[in-house]
Structures are given as structure tokens and as C-alpha cells.
């Protein structure tokens, strides 16, 4: 799937530039095109209705926001999908799933889990949706500015 993206992040932890830990949380928000590689199986024996599983082996974009450009990486996420079918050829998809989350700016890491709530209107192969993902990532995992000495 190719698309677009609207995530909202959500950070505690410490804070590398003030040497302390910060105990606030903050939001931020943003939008940008994303790439998700995946798989899907149905089953049921409706012929309007189909619930499945669902494994996004990578997922990947560019995002953004008021926390400026990022780059979110997830791999490997699974979660429950289903499908109702509104003519022989078309139907609606909905998904959720939930895995770990990676996100890069230009001056930290971070880890943390996500979960992806989607819609989509489904003709043949082809889907057209939106997505929402929200990240429960951990500002204090990973500093990378010192890295290498």
C-alpha cells in the first residue's frame, strides 16, 4: 500500500539536551506519504463477511508536522482485518494493528509501539483509505548524536 499518513506521537521520558528527565508529555502531529508491505487471510463462510489476520512486514514513511520531518519505520506489525463485501468486485476493509515503532529526526531515536486503526474502500486489488496511527514512543531510549566517539 502506498498512501498517506496521519500520526499523532506521544513522548515522556529524558531529556538529553536538558541531562534531566522530563515527566511532561507532549503531542505531536503530522502527515506524510507512507509504503506498507503486508499479508492478509480471510476466512468465514459469509459470502458479505469475512474476518481475517493480518502481518505488515515493513511499514514506512516520511512524515510531516509540528515536530518537524521525520522518518517512522515499523516492522513487523499484526493485527485483525475485515471485509464487507457491497458488490461482486468491491467491498469495505477495516484493520487494525499494533507493533513496535522506530522514528528518526534529525537529532534523536526513539522506540515505542504503535497501534493503526484503517478503512478502506476495496476494488478488486486496488484500495483507497485512511489511516491513523498513534505511537506510544519513549523519548529516553536512544541518543545517536554520540555514537562513534
Do not use: H
Amino acid at each position: 500500500m502506498l498512501g498517506v499518513r496521519y500520526e499523532e506521537q506521544d513522548y515522556s521520558g529524558y531529556s538529553y539536551n536538558l541531562n534531566a528527565y522530563k515527566s511532561e508529555t507532549f503531542k505531536i502531529i503530522s502527515v506524510g506519504p507512507s509504503f506498507r508491505l503486508g499479508n492478509k487471510w480471510y476466512t468465514g463462510i459469509s459470502p458479505n463477511y469475512r474476518i481475517g489476520f493480518q502481518v505488515t512486514w515493513i511499514n514506512f514513511g516520511v512524515t510531516m508536522g509540528n515536530g518537524g520531518t521525520n522518518l517512522l519505520i515499523s516492522p513487523l506489525s499484526v493485527g485483525v482485518t475485515n471485509i464487507f463485501k457491497l458488490k461482486k468486485s468491491n467491498g469495505l476493509e477495516a484493520n487494525i494493528d499494533l507493533g513496535p515503532a522506530l522514528l528518526m529526526n534529525w537529532s534523536d531515536l526513539y522506540f515505542g509501539v504503535g497501534i493503526a486503526p484503517g478503512i478502506k474502500y476495496r476494488y478488486k486489488l486496488f484500495a483507497i483509505g485512511i489511516d491513523y496511527r498513534y505511537n506510544f514512543m519513549n523519548r529516553s531510549s536512544v541518543d545517536y548524536r554520540n555514537w562513534g566517539g
